[in-house]
């Protein structure tokens, strides 16, 4: 809104040429969702609780679970609200709106908060309910999957290549299976930052890694000097996604002040599933996809070990691990909850070094 209202009038207040830098926006975006998150965090943890909306702590079936967590059970949730509130006015207020890169990210973001918001209110509204029907919930994302990648795949100006780091000229051409790809990485994602959601700051620690990085990759991506020089594709005003993650990080940073362990809040499932989704969807359109698995490993290793999980009990009846996702299991092993946290967030934070690494490994 800004870069609309005031880099126009630039050649007139000579100061205004500031607004045109993604630097800048980035930066601004960053701090002013920084500061709503810490600003309203009190009163919407606050309201939340006056509301009820509270941590249902389920012991059947989850005995050992809840002998470790059972000092949670009424914490409340929905937290991710914040985040979700504070990004899209931070991007609305620093982007450039009419940029489309912009508009699907947001579009992505806000449709998966709103999935998520319903799986949580019938989770709350019903104590022992476990939220929306797993094949609802599923097919939900499916459907919103589906018309990002028909969006895309219409889109003239919009590669279904997929480019591999670590070489040069290893380029593939989905073609009209980049439609079931990007299904897959919307879904993927979001449930994969969901999974991930389970102890006090683990996964908002490993969303700033990730976007943080995600940031640097789009103005990288959208600058043509740097791209040129990196031999990564060059995709013009996919730069303005720089601002967006930049949100995103101050977000989740003005967020972690808060559910850092011991939690106050739960991001619940309508700051998960936006988040997981909104970074597949950059990662898809800088054309990244690739290097949102390795950036991204936290989130892909707790997913793979529920895949995991549900494989060797059907087949087996026996479970490959003491409970997934990942944490769960060095929770029941006896590991504390802040190490476990704080040894997923160092890994998280050498695989965003390693994904940068490879921009130069060719």
Same mark, same amino acid.
């Given at each position: 809104?800004?870069?609309?209202?005031?880099?126009?009038?630039?050649?007139?207040?000579?100061?205004?040429?500031?607004?045109?830098?993604?630097?800048?926006?980035?930066?601004?975006?960053?701090?002013?969702?920084?500061?709503?998150?810490?600003?309203?965090?009190?009163?919407?943890?606050?309201?939340?609780?006056?509301?009820?909306?509270?941590?249902?702590?389920?012991?059947? %079936?989850?005995?050992?679970?809840?002998?470790?967590?059972?000092?949670?059970?009424?914490?409340?949730?929905?937290?991710?609200?914040?985040?979700?509130?504070?990004?899209?006015?931070?991007?609305?207020?620093?982007?450039?709106?009419?940029?489309?890169?912009?508009?699907?990210?947001?579009?992505? /973001?806000?449709?998966?908060?709103?999935? %998520?918001?319903?799986?949580?209110?019938?989770?709350?509204?019903?104590?022992?309910?476990? &939220?929306?029907?797993?094949?609802?919930?599923?097919?939900?994302?499916?459907?919103i999957g589906l018309l990002l990648a028909i969006v895309?795949?219409?889109?003239?100006?919009?590669?279904?290549?997929?480019?591999?780091?670590?070489?040069?000229?290893?380029?593939?051409?989905?073609?009209?299976?980049?439609?079931?790809?990007?299904?897959?990485?919307?879904? &993927?994602?979001?449930?994969?930052?969901?999974?991930?959601?389970?102890?006090?700051?683990?996964?908002?620690?490993?969303?700033?890694?990730?976007?943080?990085?995600?940031?640097?990759?789009?103005?990288?991506?959208?600058?043509?000097?740097?791209?040129?020089?990196?031999?990564?594709?060059?995709?013009?005003?996919?730069?303005?996604?720089?601002?967006?993650?930049?949100?995103?990080? &101050?977000?989740?940073? %003005?967020?972690?002040?808060?559910?850092?362990?011991?939690?106050?809040? /739960?991001?619940?499932?309508?700051?998960?599933?936006?988040?997981? %989704?909104?970074? &597949?969807?950059?990662?898809?359109?800088?054309?990244?996809?690739?290097?949102?698995?390795?950036?991204?490993?936290?989130?892909?290793?707790?997913?793979?070990?529920?895949?995991?999980?549900?494989?060797?009990?059907?087949?087996?009846?026996?479970?490959?691990?003491?409970?997934?996702?990942?944490?769960?299991?060095?929770?029941?092993?006896?590991?504390?909850?802040?190490?476990?946290?704080?040894?997923?967030?160092?890994?998280?934070?050498?695989?965003?070094?390693?994904?940068?690494?490879?921009?130069?490994?060719?």
């Amino acid at each position: 809104m800004f870069y609309s209202l005031f880099y126009y009038l630039k050649d007139n207040i000579f100061v205004l040429n500031i607004f045109k830098y993604i630097t800048f926006r980035a930066a601004m975006a960053a701090l002013t969702t920084f500061f709503i998150s810490i600003l309203l965090g009190n009163y919407i943890i606050d309201r939340l609780r006056k509301l009820k909306i509270q941590e249902n702590i389920r012991k059947e %079936g989850f005995a050992k679970l809840y002998d470790v967590q059972h000092y949670k059970q009424g914490t409340p949730t929905m937290g991710g609200l914040l985040i979700v509130i504070s990004v899209i006015f931070s991007t609305l207020l620093w982007a450039n709106i009419f940029n489309k890169y912009i508009i699907l990210t947001l579009l992505t /973001f806000l449709a998966l908060a709103i999935l %998520g918001f319903a799986d949580d209110y019938l989770k709350l509204k019903e104590q022992n309910s476990k &939220g929306l029907n797993i094949s609802t919930k599923f097919v939900s994302q499916l459907v919103i999957g589906l018309l990002l990648a028909i969006v895309l795949f219409l889109d003239k100006e919009f590669s279904t290549k997929l480019y591999f780091p670590f070489f040069k000229n290893l380029v593939i051409d989905l073609g009209i299976l980049y439609i079931p790809f990007v299904i897959l990485v919307i879904c &993927g994602a979001s449930n994969a930052v969901n999974f991930t959601d389970g102890l006090d700051g683990l996964a908002v620690g490993c969303t700033i890694m990730t976007a943080l990085t995600f940031s640097l990759l789009s103005y990288v991506t959208g600058h043509a000097k740097f791209s040129q020089y990196l031999l990564i594709p060059f995709i013009p005003h996919a730069g303005e996604l720089t601002v967006f993650c930049a949100a995103l990080v &101050g977000a989740c940073m %003005g967020f972690l002040w808060f559910n850092c362990f011991p939690a106050g809040v /739960f991001m619940g499932d309508v700051g998960s599933l936006a988040i997981g %989704g909104a970074i &597949g969807m950059v990662a898809l359109l800088i054309k990244k996809e690739i290097l949102l698995v390795i950036v991204g490993g936290i989130f892909v290793i707790e997913a793979l070990s529920v895949i995991i999980q549900i494989i060797a009990f059907r087949i087996w009846k026996k479970r490959f691990f003491k409970m997934a996702p990942l944490h769960h299991h060095f929770q029941i092993l006896g590991l504390p909850e802040s190490k476990i946290i704080v040894r997923f967030w160092i890994i998280s934070a050498i695989l965003a070094i390693f994904t940068l690494i490879t921009l130069k490994i060719r």
